[in-house]
């Protein structure tokens, strides 16, 4: 669910490979927290976040 956000948010600019990179570096983040993320982003940021920045807000959510 939550990698099919960023394609429909940011579809033509996520790559397969891309795609890819970004569910192995976020498959040890629970789902609910990832999608929260990934929600938070989409109305923050004009352009596709980084994995890192994923996982920072992730952190932030999960801490939270």
Same mark, same amino acid.
């Given at each position: @669910?939550?990698? =099919? @956000?960023?394609? %429909? %948010?940011? =579809?033509? #600019? +996520?790559?397969? /490979?891309?795609?890819?990179?970004? +569910? *192995? @570096?976020? #498959? ?15 109305? /923050?940021?004009?352009? *596709?976040?980084?994995? %890192? /920045?994923? $996982?920072? $807000?992730?952190?932030? *959510?999960?801490?939270?």
């Amino acid at each position: @669910m939550a990698l =099919g @956000m960023l394609k %429909a %948010a940011w =579809g033509n #600019k +996520l790559t397969d /490979e891309q795609a890819k990179l970004y +569910l *192995l @570096m976020t #498959k040890d983040i629970p789902e609910p927290i990832l999608v929260k993320a990934i929600e938070a982003l989409i109305k /923050e940021s004009a352009f *596709l976040p980084t994995v %890192a /920045e994923i $996982r920072s $807000r992730a952190a932030a *959510l999960y801490k939270a």
